[in-house]
């Protein structure tokens, strides 16, 4: 028997492609008098964002730390690779972004005096992150979401993958329902792609299973230049279970608390190769990770707060 298919036509102002921080903070935005479509993979909490753990770089103890010194950071970790002009949006722009944030129901650690607490991650000169203890991500995807989900303007479609995006006069989109034998074809004067990344491609990823690059292919099949996709950031911790593909992530924030790597002899060695230690960036922690493992003939590194108060840990990273 014969599946019958559905096609049902939708005509939106705007339809952004993912559901994670840039979509949600995307639809935050919009004019309330456009009519916005949200299109996410899967659940709209099951994102990349959400998986996100240690916390939001921005200076705005501007007391301790300044944005100079925040673009000298982001353009190191960046071997200068960086665009300048990005890299200066960004830090000038974290600060108030982070307060809307905090506006739309966010909330970080504070101190007790009410102050925001600053933790510390890799390629950073001083504290500057700001966390919602150890699941930064989670409590930003459930305060964006909720504040979409009250605007009027805005639908969501969840479960609903984009399989064709084209352009002509607009943007026809046909998503596929989940499920169902639904096609909806969408026309849209505009089309934001915020579907992250491509971690997922890799056989281990602390990335979420949705990140599959679908927005960069869509973006070069419609003309874009796709540029430094040879870039791609491993996180260096994450809990070593070879049965699951997506590996559970631990927080660069557990070395910024003081957390040491070690390796299979259960010794330090990061020292042996940057004077950062385990507070070099990502990058450096990760390529260093390959070349101990190799100098040693053996996959095992450990990651070692145990010398830290236990209540400390559980407060910290529950």
């Known amino acids: 028997m014969e599946k019958r298919i559905v096609t049902v036509q939708y005509n939106y102002d705007v339809a952004i492609v993912g559901s994670g921080v840039a979509g949600l903070f995307g639809a935050c ?19 990349n964002t959400s998986l996100a753990q240690g916390g939001i770089a921005a200076v705005l103890d501007t007391v301790n730390d300044n944005q100079e010194d925040h673009i000298r950071d982001t353009m190191i970790a960046g071997g200068y690779e960086n665009n300048p002009d990005a890299v200066r949006l960004l830090v000038s722009r974290g600060p108030a972004d982070v307060r809307e944030l905090m506006e739309l129901g966010a909330v970080f650690d504070r101190n007790p005096d009410g102050s925001l607490n600053y933790t510390l991650e890799g390629g950073h000169c001083r504290p500057r992150i700001v966390h919602h203890k150890d699941s930064t991500g ?94 791609i950031q491993f996180h260096p911790t994450g809990f070593a279970n070879k049965k699951d593909r997506e590996t559970f992530l631990i927080s660069e ?66």
């Not at 056989?203 to 099949?221: C, P, Q, V, W």
């Open 29 to 47: 935005h919009m004019d309330p008098s456009l009519k916005v479509l949200v299109i996410a993979k899967r659940e709209p909490d099951l994102t």
């Open 138 to 231: 989670s409590e930003v995807q459930r305060a964006l979401l909720a504040y979409v989900r009250t605007l009027p303007n805005v639908t969501i479609w969840e479960d609903s993958l984009v399989a064709l995006l084209k352009k002509d006069t607009c943007f026809h989109l046909d998503v596929i329902q989940e499920h169902t034998d639904l096609i909806r074809h969408v026309n849209a004067r505009v089309c934001l792609l915020a579907t992250g990344g491509i971690g997922r491609v890799y056989e281990y990823t602390t990335n979420s299973k949705i990140a599959t690059g679908d927005g960069i292919a869509f973006a070069y099949r419609l003309g874009a230049r796709i540029k430094n996709l040879h870039y």
């Open 253 to 318: 924030s557990v070395r910024g608390e003081g957390g040491y790597l070690l390796n299979a002899e259960k010794k330090r060695f990061m020292q042996n190769y940057d004077p950062r230690q385990e507070l070099a960036p990502r990058d450096v922690v990760s390529h260093f990770e390959m070349v101990e493992t190799k100098r040693q003939n053996s996959n095992d590194l450990w990651l070692d707060i145990s010398y830290k108060p236990a209540d400390f840990i559980r407060q910290r990273f529950p």
